[in-house]
Nanobody, 123 residues
Framework: QVQAVESGGGSVQAGGSLKLSCANS????????MGWFRQAPGKQREAVAS???????VYADPVKGRFIISSDDATRTVYLQMNTLQPEDTASYYC?????????????????WGPGTQVTVSS
C-alpha cells in the first residue's frame, strides 16, 4: 500500500516561501489525483490545491496566485510551492489522494491522516 510522506515545513516570516514535498505519493501509479490539505488549530481541515493526470490543477481562493502544485513523475513526488506566506497560512499540511480521479477541493473523509508537516508563519 502506498504511504505518502510529507516534508518541507518550518517556520518563516510573513512574505517568505517554503516548498513542501509529498514523497511516495502513488501519483500516478495508484492515484490519478493528489491534493494538499491543511488544518489550523480550531479550524476544520480544508483543501489547498490538487492536481490530476489530465493535468488539471485546482486552487483554493486564499492561495490563488501564491501557491503552485506540481509533480515529478520520475520520483512520484508531489510538491507545493508556497510563496508570499501569511500568518493565516499557519497550519499542519497533508497530502492525500483526491476523492475522485478529477482534481477538486473536496476533503477526503475516509483517509487516515498522519502527522503532516507543520508550517508556521510569523508576523
Amino acid at each position: 500500500q502506498v504511504q505518502a510522506v510529507e516534508s518541507g515545513g518550518g517556520s518563516v516570516q510573513a512574505g517568505g516561501s517554503l516548498k513542501l514535498s509529498c514523497a511516495n505519493s502513488g501519483y500516478i501509479d495508484d492515484y490519478y489525483c493528489m491534493g494538499w490539505f491543511r488544518q489550523a488549530p480550531g479550524k476544520q481541515r480544508e483543501a489547498v490545491a490538487s492536481i490530476d493526470v489530465r493535468p488539471t490543477t485546482v486552487y483554493a481562493d486564499p492561495v490563488k496566485g501564491r501557491f503552485i502544485i506540481s509533480s515529478d513523475d520520475a520520483t512520484r513526488t508531489v510538491y507545493l510551492q508556497m510563496n508570499t506566506l501569511q500568518p493565516e497560512d499557519t497550519a499542519s499540511y497533508y497530502c492525500a489522494p483526491c476523492v475522485s480521479m478529477y482534481a477538486s477541493l473536496e476533503v477526503p473523509r475516509a483517509h487516515a491522516w498522519g502527522p503532516g508537516t507543520q508550517v508556521t508563519v510569523s508576523s
